[in-house]
T-cell receptor, first 115, second 112 residues
Framework: KQEVTQIPAALSVPEGENLVLNCSFT??????LQWFRQDPGKGLTSLLL???SQREQTSGRLNASLDKSSGRSTLYIAASQPGDSATYLC??????????????WGLGTSLAVNP | NAGVTQTPKFRVLKTGQSMTLLCAQD?????MYWYRQDPGMGLRLIHY???????AKGEVPDGYNVSRLKKQNFLLGLESAAPSQTSVYFC???????????FGPGTRLLVL
């Protein structure tokens, strides 16, 4: 059974720091991995999606990597800003066929970037 | 485009009451989902739909029913609300090709 773990659960950093959020999964047979952002009281916004055949994806100051063999993904945030404060969730889509592909969610890392 | 919208934003129910949560998307997406989010439990899939007129059970379907009569709408019903259904409910949608899910802003439900 696929399980997704995100460590740490909470992180507080000063503005300007580069930081790494971690996501680990137990079954390396995945279809893709996604990173989402959730602001307090709001819905989720997709940040990056990495297909199983890819090693990394970049969007602005964000870079997500994927190492299937070790069951790990990292989200790198460069030059962090107070506006980056949010909860970041990792989700793995299983590699079952067609409509049986499930999205398995981590509990998230709550990030606070202090001015 | 409004994206994914949810109605209502907040609701208080008494145990045993019924209600329907409405999700609407204007992106012509085939797939739609209903999740609940609880502290320490993460997001859990309640029901989903792979197209108009179809529905399927997710991880925690008991106590909920859904309908997808129109492609753009996905309704989640609670026939007899219980305090255990106090949660934040999120709707999401995606199309056939893209794997990215687009989420609504959520509905906060309190069952007393």
């Amino acid at each position: 059974k696929q399980e997704v773990t995100q460590i740490p659960a909470a992180l507080s950093v000063p503005e300007g720091e580069n930081l790494v959020l971690n996501c680990s999964f137990t079954d390396s047979a995945i279809y893709n991995l996604q990173w989402f952002r959730q602001d307090p009281g709001k819905g989720l916004t997709s940040l990056l999606l990495i297909q199983s055949s890819q090693r990394e994806q970049t969007s602005g100051r964000l870079n997500a990597s994927l190492d299937k063999s070790s069951g790990r993904s990292t989200l790198y945030i460069a030059a962090s800003q107070p506006g980056d404060s949010a909860t970041y969730l990792c989700a793995v889509r299983t590699s079952n066929a067609g409509n049986n592909r499930k999205l398995i969610w981590g509990l998230g890392t709550s990030l606070a970037v202090n001015p | 485009n409004a994206g994914v919208t949810q109605t209502p934003k907040f609701r208080v129910l008494k145990t045993g009451q019924s209600m329907t949560l409405l999700c609407a998307q204007d992106m012509n997406h085939e797939y739609m989902y209903w999740y609940r989010q609880d502290p320490g439990m993460g997001l859990r899939l309640i029901h989903y739909s792979v197209g108009e007129g179809t529905t399927a059970k997710g991880e925690v379907p008991d106590g909920y029913n859904v309908s997808r009569l129109k492609k753009q709408n996905f309704l989640l019903g609670l026939e007899s609300a219980a305090p255990s259904q106090t949660s934040v409910y999120f709707c999401a949608s995606r199309d056939w090709v893209q794997e990215t899910q687009y989420f609504g802003p959520g509905t906060r439900l309190l069952v007393l």
